[in-house]
């Protein structure tokens, strides 16, 4: 019998087909130069921007600059174990963190490993750390509020769910304090929210963690710190990663809340990253991409439409000026991309006026719409009582003789200071809030020394929990009607004549 040889050929075709080859193939490279946290590996054609990728002793990085001939990469963790000639491995991912419900009261670092020593944080899933923004039609306009519990703020500069509201001033003007404050006043509201440390001192982070722990607020925040000590690479991940958490949050259709403390230090930790790269520098030696860095991360918090489920991130950038100047190169860009500032002066903060708030060029350019309608109706007159006695207090200072209406202008005025002023630690309810600016717009505070505003704001407090619950539950419900009004008038003359 003969063969045929296309019969031999069809068998050899079947036979082939068939065969399952058991190989890992996985794509390697060599580190042809590592050092200040950087390695640059040749070999590696395919790997992705963004792309993990495990070096020998566990250490991870990820690749930032894909080149012709090599890769740039940045490391995580301990570079001192890397080595020249030695082998890394693409991962084919790119660079996740862990979110989830069992993130709460947790301290994790830019990888989202626990710190805390509460042992492992068993979550489901894995999201990655850079994500395009949503657009225009998945999200609807801010209209609900996120109260601070700061009365500077929520009467003058409101905050809304899904806003971008910007907290900047020099060093030692607390702008820490106020985002402390914000978080610690959401206890019994439906915000979750998120703390990034960026480059700030270990020991200072420690206080935060325990002023959090103290008043029950961990139980909703989650604290992720690159502190000074770490690599730059984290510095410069840790936003990315606690906004990466947050919008976990959102996307189940909750509200969640973010804290970058703060982007100064980011952009320096990205600027030395991107010249170790060998990226041309540009204005103040900050890389090109500096603004990118910044929009497309603050560009990620947004509300969401009712089809998406309507959940928030709002975020509260922090950035640290040198000697006021608003105009430096890091300070205008991120202006630029958020929806407002609260801008800390350190003459105000030297001279007792805690929160050092300027109302002059403080604005919120979305959180008017956000307010509630009983706070909104005694704010107008405040700004523009507070704006007339700044003007008129230089004119004060020396000491002619002023008419009467412009006394009565700057008696206002100081008073209104007063109340604006308020202790660390210490957020009030809405409702307390438009009580007290209420009274100063009606001129109960004038005749009050002004030393002695502080007591009488106490004593009006003591009395509203005492007797007037109720009514200041449903007072702040809408806006205040006459009858409203009429009973405030009341309980006003009541705590005079007590005081």
Excluded at 200 to 210: C, F, G, L, P, R
Excluded at 269 to 296: I, N
Excluded at 454 to 463: C, H, R
């Amino acid at each position: 019998m003969k063969i045929q040889p296309d019969e031999i050929s069809s068998i050899l075709r079947d036979k082939i087909k068939g065969l399952k080859f058991d190989i890992d193939i996985s794509e390697t490279g060599k580190v042809v130069q590592v050092g200040d946290g950087i390695a640059r590996i040749y070999g590696m054609d395919n790997v992705m921007a963004g792309e993990m990728i495990k070096f020998p002793g566990d250490v991870m990085g990820m690749a930032l600059n894909l080149e012709e001939d090599n890769v740039g990469c940045i490391i995580f963790g301990e570079a001192e174990k890397i080595k020249e000639g030695d082998i890394a491995k693409r991962t084919k991912k790119i660079l996740q963190v862990p979110v989830g419900e069992a993130m709460l009261g947790r301290v994790v670092n830019a990888l989202g490993e626990p710190l805390d020593g509460k042992g492992e944080i068993k979550v489901e899933e894995y999201h990655p750390v850079e994500r395009k923004a949503l657009g225009v039609i998945q999200r609807q306009p801010v209209k609900e509020p996120l109260q601070t519990g700061l009365k500077a703020i929520d009467s003058m500069i409101p905050i809304g769910r899904g806003q971008r509201e910007l907290i900047i001033g020099d060093r030692q003007t607390g702008k820490t304090a106020i985002a402390i404050d914000t978080i610690l006043n959401q206890k019994d509201t439906d915000i979750i929210c998120v703390y990034v440390a960026i480059g700030q001192k270990k020991s200072s982070v420690a206080k935060i963690v325990n002023t959090l722990e103290a008043s029950g607020a961990m139980k909703y925040t989650i604290v992720v710190i690159a502190s000074a000590a770490e690599s730059a690479s984290l510095q410069y991940l840790s936003p990315y990663s606690g906004c990466t958490m947050g919008e976990y949050f959102r996307d189940k259709g909750k509200h969640a809340l973010i804290i970058y403390d703060d982007l100064s230090k980011h952009a320096v930790s990205y600027r030395e990253l991107s010249l170790l790269l060998r990226r041309p520098p540009g204005r103040e030696a900050y890389p090109g991409d500096v603004f990118y860095l910044h929009s497309r991360l603050l560009e990620r918090a947004s509300k969401l439409n009712d089809e998406l489920g309507g959940g928030s991130l709002t975020a509260l950038p922090i950035i640290e000026t040198q000697a006021d100047d608003l105009t430096a190169y890091i300070p205008t860009n991120v202006i630029s991309i958020t929806d407002g500032q609260i801008f800390l002066n350190s003459r105000l903060f030297h001279s007792g006026i805690r929160p050092a708030i300027n109302a002059g060029l403080s604005v919120s350019r979305v959180g008017g719409n956000a307010q509630l309608k009983s706070m909104k109706s005694v704010t107008g007159q405040l700004r523009v009582a507070l704006a007339q006695y700044t003007e008129l207090e230089a004119f004060a200072k020396f000491g002619s003789d002023l008419d009467k209406a412009t006394q009565a202008q700057i008696t206002r005025g100081r008073r209104i200071v007063e109340i604006l002023k308020q202790a660390q630690y210490s957020p009030l309810s809405v409702a307390k809030q438009t009580f007290i600016i209420f009274m100063a717009n009606e001129g109960y505070l004038d005749e009050i020394e002004v030393e002695n505003v502080q007591k009488f704001e106490e004593e009006l407090y003591s009395t509203l929990d005492s007797e007037y619950k109720e009514f200041m539950e449903s007072m702040i419900k809408d806006k205040l009607t006459d009858k409203t009004k009429e009973a405030m008038h009341k309980i006003c003359k009541k705590v005079l004549s007590k005081f």
